[in-house]
């Protein structure tokens, strides 16, 4: 038993770089919105209220750069920039698609902790 501890920490620790990439909270958002199809920069970051365009910016240049998304320009006036997951980035459907289902089957029950743990929290003394 020691021994199995042992073997998935340690492989714990050695996607934890590669989790740190692909499981940041604007990620995971941004990949569900272009696992439905191609989007533009600005109608991401409508999507994904209240991103900051830095920060929708940094996170996908960090999923490009991972090969989850890919960039095309678009020869417009203006010029736009459309994103596209990319086969890579498609595997993580599933998964996702996972995640988002618990967390809309658990979300209400996460709620009730969180507000019992507040209201306990408020009573305790250090």
Same mark, same amino acid.
């Given at each position: 038993? %020691?021994?199995?501890?042992?073997?998935?920490?340690?492989?714990?620790?050695? %996607?934890?770089?590669?989790?740190?990439?692909?499981?940041?909270?604007?990620?995971?958002?941004?990949?569900?919105?272009?696992?439905?199809?191609?989007?533009?920069?600005?109608?991401?970051?409508?999507?994904?209220?209240?991103?900051?365009?830095?920060?929708?910016?940094?996170?996908?240049?960090?999923?490009?750069?991972?090969?989850?998304?890919?960039?095309?320009?678009? *020869?417009?006036?203006?010029? *736009?920039?459309?994103?596209?997951?990319?086969?890579?980035?498609?595997?993580?459907?599933?998964?996702?698609?996972?995640?988002?289902?618990?967390?809309?089957?658990?979300?209400?029950?996460?709620?009730?902790?969180?507000?019992?743990?507040?209201?306990?929290?408020?009573?305790?003394?250090?």
């Amino acid at each position: 038993m %020691t021994s199995d501890i042992t073997t998935l920490l340690a492989e714990i620790n050695s %996607t934890r770089p590669i989790l740190e990439q692909v499981a940041n909270k604007w990620s995971v958002l941004i990949l569900t919105v272009l696992c439905a199809q191609p989007a533009r920069f600005n109608a991401i970051k409508r999507r994904l209220e209240p991103i900051t365009h830095k920060s929708l910016t940094e996170a996908l240049r960090r999923l490009e750069r991972n090969g989850l998304v890919s960039r095309r320009v678009i *020869a417009s006036s203006p010029v *736009a920039v459309e994103y596209a997951i990319t086969p890579l980035g498609q595997t993580l459907q599933t998964p996702f698609v996972a995640l988002v289902s618990w967390a809309k089957q658990h979300g209400e029950t996460l709620e009730q902790a969180q507000t019992a743990y507040d209201a306990e929290d408020e009573n305790r003394t250090e």
